[in-house]
């Protein structure tokens, strides 16, 4: 059983860019911790996407609860602020359990809604973000944040004008709160309570991580990423299914339509996913109290300093020892690369 200190319950953070073994060192300390995981991974949450997002099956997870996973039906609008909702009410769980809480994911703006929090909103009218976004279509961006600027001077100056989502919610939030966004916002957020949280940072050597990637695209391709693309497309909500449009769903999806070779699809997916793991270590290294280590998720050594860290930072974590490295060459492939 975990203990609280000083009144907060520990919460473990595990972050880092795609393809560096999240999900492995994740289990690794579960088991060592007592804990149960939480993912923080987009896509991850939604039914019948498995091959495309390296979820760890049900048969490799040792037993060990896993939350937030397989819990969205595809054409669902699943926003951070339904993330924030639903990993509140699993951490409150898993504490009345005494366990170890420990969320691992890539989605940086979920772990930010649930640590940080939102300013309170409105919710989302889709028919009105529909109209928008036919408006932008129809007249262009520029012009939908022109119209912002007229509502919300402040919130269109911090708003870049080709992104278009964030204009159409801070239009949104000005007509249906008859408030400006930017207003709303200066009130503050209300954080996660009660929790000490401690954030772990993997960050591997870049071409290792380069050829992990790729290792896992092509992996991914092979395990029968086109079938389940294919069955999703098969859906009569299809066209309503957001996640299709995700990495290696959007590429597959071109491969079955004959946009892209077989061959071109799985390049462009490995291209797209090392820029997306670029993005992903911007947005965590702006992120505060990381503690980073240089190397993959599964690899013993690393698994082992990272506990060694929490033993310092907690004291009553767990005092078992963990694996010591394995031999492998750092060029070869990872297999706990699923996260």
């Known amino acids: 059983m975990v203990g609280a200190l000083g009144g907060e319950y520990p919460l473990l953070a595990i972050v880092g860019p795609t393809a560096a073994g999240k999900s492995a060192l994740a289990l690794a300390?579960?088991?060592?911790?007592?804990?149960?995981?939480?993912?923080c991974d987009s896509v991850q949450l939604y039914r019948g996407f498995n091959v495309g997002t390296g979820k760890t099956p049900p048969?490799?997870?040792?037993?060990?609860?896993?939350?937030?996973?397989?819990?969205?039906?595809?054409?669902?609008?699943?926003?951070?602020?339904?993330y924030r909702r639903e990993a509140s009410r699993v951490?409150?769980?898993?504490?009345?359990?005494?366990?170890?809480?420990?969320?691992v994911g890539g989605t940086g703006l979920y772990l930010r809604a649930l640590l940080l929090g939102l300013f309170e909103g409105p919710k989302r009218s889709e028919d009105l973000r529909a109209r928008l976004g036919a408006?932008?279509?129809?007249?262009?961006?520029?012009?939908?944040?022109?119209?912002?600027?007229?509502l919300d001077r402040r919130a269109a100056a911090r708003i870049h004008p080709r992104d278009t989502p964030k204009i159409i919610r801070a239009v949104e939030v000005r007509l249906l709160a008859r408030q400006p966004m930017?207003?709303?916002?200066?009130?503050?957020?209300?954080?996660?309570?009660?929790?000490?949280?401690?954030?772990?940072?993997?960050?591997?050597?870049?071409?290792?991580?380069?050829?992990?990637?790729?290792?896992?695209?092509?992996?991914?391709?092979a395990a029968g990423l086109l079938k389940e693309t294919r069955a999703l497309l098969a859906r009569p909500d299809a066209a309503h299914i957001k996640p299709l449009g995700a990495l290696g769903y959007r590429q597959a999806g071109a491969?079955?339509?004959?946009?892209?070779?077989?061959?071109?699809?799985?390049r462009e997916t490995q291209a797209a996913t090392r820029r997306y793991a670029k993005r992903q270590m911007t947005w965590f290294r702006r992120e505060t109290d990381i503690a980073w280590f240089a190397g993959f998720g599964d690899d013993g050594q690393i698994q082992a300093q990272v506990l060694e860290w929490l033993r310092q930072a907690w004291p009553n974590a767990a005092g078992a020892a963990?694996?010591?490295?394995?031999?492998?060459?750092?060029?070869?492939?990872l297999d706990g690369d699923k996260a």
């Open 29 to 39: 300390l579960a088991e060592q911790l007592d804990g149960e995981i939480i993912n």
């Open 59 to 82: 048969e490799e997870r040792r037993g060990i609860p896993h939350h937030l996973i397989d819990t969205v039906e595809p054409e669902q609008v699943f926003t951070a602020g339904d």
């Open 91 to 103: 951490l409150t769980d898993v504490r009345e359990r005494g366990k170890w809480p420990i969320i």
């Open 135 to 150: 408006l932008a279509e129809r007249r262009g961006r520029e012009f939908l944040h022109r119209l912002l600027s007229r």
């Open 182 to 221: 930017s207003a709303m916002l200066e009130r503050g957020r209300v954080g996660l309570q009660g929790f000490r949280v401690f954030k772990v940072g993997l960050i591997p050597d870049r071409t290792q991580l380069a050829y992990c990637i790729n290792a896992r695209v092509e992996r991914m391709f």
């Open 255 to 266: 491969a079955l339509r004959g946009e892209l070779s077989l061959e071109d699809a799985i």
């Open 322 to 333: 963990l694996p010591s490295a394995r031999p492998d060459s750092p060029l070869q492939p």
